[in-house]
């Protein structure tokens, strides 16, 4: 079944370290791939998406994801984290045929470190 | 400002009561929303497709008798949890697909607790 996998449940940097996301996924030969993020109580923010072309991908505040077909992955990046992008990252796809459903990954809470 | 909105945004009732939580789409008319359900520090779990004028198809899983969905508008899509019980609190997220871009925007969502 198509699915998403996001291995890291938690990860902790700190401020102004590089951050990496990891999110596979399974079958599909090109799946429509997204990243969003989530404050605490709140609803989803769309990071960015990939749908085909360029597989390095650039979103909103300042991060970027690569798509590796080779790797079955979509990881979600940023050269230097601020403190404010403490939140839940969740990888999605969306799932093809009917009405174009979107699944997710367990998510990664980031917490940062001043 | 928000494309999609939810309300209320949180909803406190007693068990055996029923809720309803509506999800709008402001911006655009959507023929199809979804609605999600999230525990405490978990994913979201799809839990159904809200087609306007037609049935709602529900994941598996998901009790089509407690959890009643009406897409009767294509800016309006409402879900009733029916006789809620403390089982049933949690936080519920709506998403519509702006035909135009294809884009699926997210609600703002609900927490519903329930005594």
């Known amino acids: 079944a198509q699915s998403v996998t996001q291995p890291d449940i938690h990860i902790t940097v700190s401020e102004g370290a590089s951050l990496e996301l990891r999110c596979n996924y399974s079958?599909?030969?090109?799946?429509?791939l997204f990243w969003y993020v989530q404050s605490p109580g709140q609803g989803l923010q769309l990071l960015l998406k990939?749908?085909?072309?360029?597989?390095l991908v650039q979103g909103i505040k300042g991060f970027e994801a690569e798509f590796k077909r080779s790797q079955s992955s979509f990881n979600l990046r940023k050269p230097s984290v601020h403190w404010s992008d403490a939140a839940e990252y969740f990888c999605g796809r969306e799932i093809s045929g009917g009405y174009n459903k979107l699944i997710f990954g367990a998510g990664t809470r980031l917490a940062v470190h001043p | 400002g928000a494309v999609v909105s939810q309300h209320p945004s949180w909803v406190i009732c007693k068990s055996g009561t029923s809720v309803k939580i509506e999800c709008r789409s402001l911006?655009?008319?959507?023929?199809?929303m979804f609605w999600y359900r999230q525990f405490p520090k978990q994913s979201l779990m799809l839990m159904a497709t809200?087609?306007?004028?037609?049935?709602?198809?529900?994941e598996q899983g998901v009790e089509k008798d407690k959890f009643l969905i009406n897409h009767a508008s294509l800016t309006l899509s409402t879900l009733t949890v029916t006789s809620a019980h403390p089982e049933d609190s949690s936080f519920y997220i709506c998403?519509?697909?702006?035909?135009?871009?294809?884009?699926?925007?997210f609600g703002e969502g609900s927490r519903l607790t329930v005594l």
């Open positions: 079958y599909g030969a090109t799946p429509y």
């Open positions: 911006d655009f008319q959507a023929t199809t």
């Open positions: 809200s087609n306007e004028g037609s049935k709602a198809t529900y």
């Open positions: 998403s519509a697909r702006d035909p135009g871009s294809g884009e699926l925007f």
């Open positions: 990939y749908f085909s072309g360029d597989t």
